[in-house]
C-alpha cells in the first residue's frame, strides 16, 4: 500500500487549506484512513481519521468544527479540508492507513497509532499570523 499526501503550503492565519491522500495498493473501502501532524520540537499527533466503509469520523478538540474528513471512492483518496486555520497548526501532516476489513468498518482513533500499517511522506502546513 502506498499513501501520497499533498496540499501543503503557506497560509495566513483564517485561510484554508485542503490536504489530499491518495492510496494505492489496496481495494480502497479496505482501508481506513488517519490523518496526523508532527509540529517541530513536538510528538506526532492524531489529527482525524474516517472509516474505510461508510462515513465515521473523529477528531480531535482543537480542530473539531474547522477541520473535515472525507474520502472519494472513484479517485482513491481521503481529504482533509482545513478552514479557519490558526499558527498552532503549522506542521507537518501525514496521512496514514489501517489496512484489514475489520478495521475499515471502524474510525481507528487516537490512542491506536499501532494500528495503522501504512505511512504516506509529510505535506509541510505553515500558517503564518
Known amino acids: 500500500v502506498q499513501l501520497q499526501a499533498s496540499g501543503g503550503g503557506l497560509v495566513q492565519a483564517g485561510g484554508s487549506l485542503r490536504l489530499s491522500c491518495v492510496v494505492s495498493?489496496?481495494?480502497?473501502?479496505?482501508?481506513?484512513v488517519g490523518w496526523f501532524r508532527q509540529a517541530p520540537g513536538k510528538e506526532r499527533q492524531f489529527v482525524a481519521a474516517?472509516?474505510?466503509?461508510?462515513?465515521?469520523?473523529y477528531y480531535i478538540d482543537p480542530v473539531k468544527g474547522r477541520f473535515a474528513v472525507s474520502r472519494d471512492y472513484a479517485k482513491s483518496t481521503v481529504y482533509l479540508q482545513m478552514n479557519s486555520l490558526k499558527p498552532e497548526d503549522t506542521a507537518v501532516y501525514y496521512c496514514?492507513?489501517?489496512?484489514?476489513?475489520?478495521?475499515?468498518?471502524?474510525?481507528?482513533?487516537?490512542?491506536?497509532?499501532?494500528?495503522?500499517?501504512?505511512w504516506g511522506q509529510g505535506t509541510l502546513v505553515t500558517v503564518s499570523s
Open positions: 495498493g489496496r481495494t480502497f473501502s479496505s482501508c481506513g
Open positions: 474516517i472509516s474505510g466503509i461508510g462515513t465515521s469520523t
Open positions: 496514514a492507513a489501517a489496512v484489514s476489513e475489520e478495521k475499515a468498518m471502524r474510525v481507528v482513533g487516537p490512542h491506536n497509532d499501532y494500528e495503522y500499517d501504512y
